[in-house]
């Protein structure tokens, strides 16, 4: 090994680490203060809503100087006790009648402000779940039984959200038109590939490009029954979106104060620390988490094998949003599902002489619907499955990645992180 | 761009030079005679099976002094003239009658061989395939349904080469067996992830680890409805094939003359003479070829959006063998599956400064079960796509790529290029 003294290196809370790392790197503590105005004395009505949202109102809370009003909305046990901020818990990832009603009030909120007046929009992952209103004349029962019928036709995600966004009275930029003429800064934390704004969030003060006409068609292409309000609403002009023509009109600006590619930087400076060359992948890796996980799989061998591209000790790290299509009935996010995939994937490979220890977590600190964070690989997983007799393959079939590492004792949890920057996976060669 | 002269380099060119650097570096014309004995003046007895068995009999013949008698066999179309080793043609991947005729013949070549005599066993890709004949007491037509069987059942590849092995007369080291006592030189071209002897074409001879046992109970997992002879055979110690201590009796030598990471370092080293930055991801990537290339589209993403971990003008090269679980009726093999995923993820993202080309292709010269072996991805292929209105997205869907790229004129024919060292794909940023 190059710098990494062996004998007090220890792997596993070296990933534990660069994990933490990663999600204090994308903390609004710790993102949010540099990016506001220098000028902090205004009066601000405050708006948002995700992950992360109750965080953002409080380090907002802490750096500015004028009178504070407003509302956030965050997933049940994501909020955070602020002084002059509404914190309101709703349901993630499925909407519910909470979800309803705040917006409703954020809605109300941003109703009789001038151009004078500032609001500070707080955005971040889960804030579309969590801004359920929808648009006039469409019932939250139409619009939730709409979403479901998308999910489960198989619609493409850009499909999904340009019906979404035509359906609601908040997202697709319908926010900043309620906020006009305010002056807006929306202060976002992106958990996108591609960290887009128009998809954080759903884009609530973004522009939109997407039409009602098209919101109509894939109704249409998927034969998804259009109930008689939302087929009115769609064929309404009012439906229409504002496009960034409507919006450049307002002092509208969008400042991006946390990504995934921060926090995976982040990380490989830990990494350096320690002697360990770090190599970002990519920070927008998408596709099945078990396939996903091959490849990572494949690119740990040849680094063992011919150390190409470089040399251990080294560690990948690589973030985005993998997904799992559900065969089986077990439990565990897609972080569990790519972390156990991928040791299937070692173990089918010859054996190297290399040590390989992996974490894969979920930076918002919930992996899926379970409570942990993520997994961790290390040689005692190995040897708890070969002790319990566990079937790597059954598991993995079964989508029961947490059973697996609750049983070997591999688990990580983190609670709530107040912060999401999507994946975070690093695997350690040396 | 680094050295690369920007007015004459040819970006689809390039690819297709690396494409053809990487099949004519792991072509046995390159890479056997230099692994040969010393003295090459003994009577050898040639057998062989496999994509480029023909012509590795056909390269030993350019390279051998002493007398040479055998008997290979190729897939259709692959054959090569040889002036002393008779070269049989027979199907694959799908074994026909001719395939048993052959394994028979090349069985019986092999009956009285005396500790003197040496045989020079030629391995490629498609060599279990061509090699079909059954054990003692089993027909052909009772294995065959019992490897469609193990296909359709979704049995790992693993359990369907322990059943195979053991239903054969030639696989698994039986070859071997047969050859015995004589001295046996085994030469191999490597199409599989890892390049595991026992892999590479069943492995005639090479000891098997898997047992009758487990053959068995593999197909009794699988509820597979087993044949009266087969149950009988499977019980029959008999069955169980050679171990490593029943061969290490024998003169048995394996050696690989071509893999793929060999090809991958040649299209590398080609690449730095442009002044290109190779950088070989995995010599063995697996996994469903529409995923892989989603985590191929996000590398190039970082690349393109954050140089890391390599700056552009650089070329990412990577080997293995991905698959397709075909839900359409389209027409393509896997790399026409990858190329129109990673078109698709790309188009997804937001664009980026640079420009990006790709090839995929099948080193065998057969992506599949088309003529082509493979397609490109260059600025022509958007503009036809455009231009006739193909829609991404549908043609992956019916896993129709090879439909998609002949339409935008970027199918790659080679014909068979009697060397197999899997999958290749270049993706080139600049």
Redesign the interface.
Known sequence: MNQVDSKSFNPTAFLQELFATAISASHPAQTLSKHLPKDTRGSVTVIGAGKAAAAMALTLEQHWKGPITGLVVVPYGHGEACQYVEVIEAAHPVPDEMGVQVSHKIALLTQKLSADDIVICLLSGGGSALLPLPAVGISFQDKQSINTALLRCGA?I?EINCVRKHLSAIKGGRLAQMCAPATIHTYAISDV??D?PSVIASGPTSPDSTTSEQALAILEKYVITIPKSVREWLNNPHSETPKPHDLAKYNNQFTLISTP?QALNAAASKAQTYGITP??????????AK??A???A??V??IAN?T???KPPCVII?G?ETSVTLKGSGRGGRNSEFLLSFIL?LT???QTQRQVYAIAADTDGIDGSEHNAGCLFQPSTMQQAHLKQLNL?EYLANNDGYSFFELTDDLIITGPTRTNVNDFRAILIY
Do not use: M, N
């Open positions: 493409a850009d590939p591609g887009d590619q190599w970002i992948l990519s920070d927008c890796v998408e596709g099945e396939e996903v091959k490849v990572h494949a690119i061998q040849q011919h190409q591209p470089i690589s985005g994937s089918k490979q010859p393959g």
